[in-house]
């Protein structure tokens, strides 16, 4: 084996089926097969290093799989090489992605970037078309003015009518806030921003979301309201002061919690406790109470439809990554829309949206990456002209 001509590139030992053994199944004939290697080619130890690193980042050679786990996962990474060796113009990164069963699969996305025309002009496949939008300011609304910011940002109010504005490339200001009147936060597609609230409760909002607040909480109640969007709260404990969201149809009574409030357009509005007590009302209606990992969905029939999920699904968003289990193809591609500011058209999905999607996609600045992935758990695939964006079936 000539190493000069076969590894070029710390990727192509993701190629080896060897070296894949090797992180994944060590024993030591392994280990001594590549020392020796290493020692006969000790100009391809950098790229033997980087590899191995890689793969620990990502995740790849957990010690915790099972003997039968890691050969699954064997098998399915070389499937996928030996299915995109055609393909020229690869681009490798790696991707956890957990089974409901239990099986952790690991799989190498390799990015495919065909020309746009090619994909177009083949007409027995299925498509959604998307498209890149401008981006917006986010903007703060107070005293009648509207105070602008290029990136996600995080308010904290004083108690003096103030508010402290850390922007996420760290620029810091000071802004006044309007007394007597509620203000408003507005994060458009394509950003998030957090609002520290002046009885110290904290709100992240997520892309496409409106929060009205007052500088400060007077009274004997603290209300805020939703006006469209997604926001998590961390309520700060306050006995004689209970806490209140208004959003759309349905006012939120908080006992002291953590939760999850979605409130899009065109989608059902739904609050997910993640920890404490909080109770759903409608006009003329009983309290309706939830419990830590509960969801509740608000019908068309306008009523309350409840059901035990996992919460950690629907707050990863904060965290810079968004699970699924078993989720339409077009819901993933509405949540990754809101995120990147994208708009798809469902219109021609047809089998499409059939499709289901099971893993953690992480949130990085690399669009392609990510739709890649989705391309990986969906079994679809993705091309990218300028701000045009194209998905089709991959037939199985």
């Known amino acids: 084996m000539n190493a000069d001509n076969t590894y070029t590139s710390y990727t192509d030992f993701f190629k080896d089926k060897k070296f894949i053994q090797w992180q994944l199944m060590p024993d030591e004939s392994l280990d001594t097969f590549w020392q020796n290697f290493i020692g006969q080619h000790p100009e391809q130890k950098k790229n033997i290093d980087k590899a191995i690193t890689y793969l620990k980042r990502s995740g790849m050679n957990k010690s915790d799989l099972t003997k039968d786990e890691h050969i699954v996962l064997l098998e399915r990474i070389q499937k996928t090489i030996r299915q995109e060796k055609k393909i020229s113009h690869r681009k490798y990164f790696w991707y956890v992605a957990a089974s409901t069963a239990a099986v952790v699969l690991i799989t190498l996305a390799i990015g495919l970037f065909s020309p746009l025309s090619e994909q177009v002009t083949s ?32 308010v904290t109010l004083k108690g003096e009518g103030s508010a402290e504005i850390v922007q996420a490339n760290n620029e810091t200001s000071k802004v006044q806030v309007a007394r007597d009147k509620l203000n408003s936060l507005i994060v458009p597609y394509g950003k998030r921003s957090t609002l520290i609230l002046a009885d110290g409760s904290r709100v992240w909002l997520n892309s496409g979301s409106i929060l009205e607040f007052p500088s400060q909480f007077s009274g004997k109640k603290r209300e805020i309201r939703l006006a469209s969007g997604e926001m998590y709260v961390e309520v700060a404990d306050d006995k004689e ?156």
């Open 123 to 154: 007409r027995d496949k299925e498509l959604i078309i998307g498209e890149l939008l401008d981006n917006e300011d986010v903007q703060l609304i107070t005293d009648e003015k509207a105070i602008m910011f290029q990136n996600d940002i995080e």
């Open 241 to 396: 002061k209970p806490f209140f969201v208004l959003t759309g149809n349905v006012n939120v009574k908080v006992y002291g919690t953590k939760f999850n409030i979605s409130n899009y357009s065109g989608s059902a509005q739904s609050i997910v406790l993640i920890e404490g007590r909080v109770s759903l009302q409608l006009s003329d209606k009983k309290e309706l109470f939830l419990k830590p990992n509960e969801q509740a969905i608000y019908s068309e029939s306008g009523i309350f439809e409840t059901q035990t999920v996992d919460a950690s699904l629907f707050i990863s968003w904060k965290e810079g990554y968004l699970s699924f289990d078993k989720t339409p193809m077009t819901e993933v591609l509405r949540q990754i829309g809101r995120y990147y500011n994208l708009s798809f058209n469902f219109e021609n999905d047809m089998n499409l949206q059939k499709r289901t999607c099971t893993g953690k996609i992480y949130l990085s600045d690399n669009l392609d990456n990510v739709m890649t992935i989705i391309g990986l758990l969906s079994s679809t695939t993705y091309t990218r002209t300028d701000n045009k964006i194209l998905i089709t079936n991959k037939p199985a």
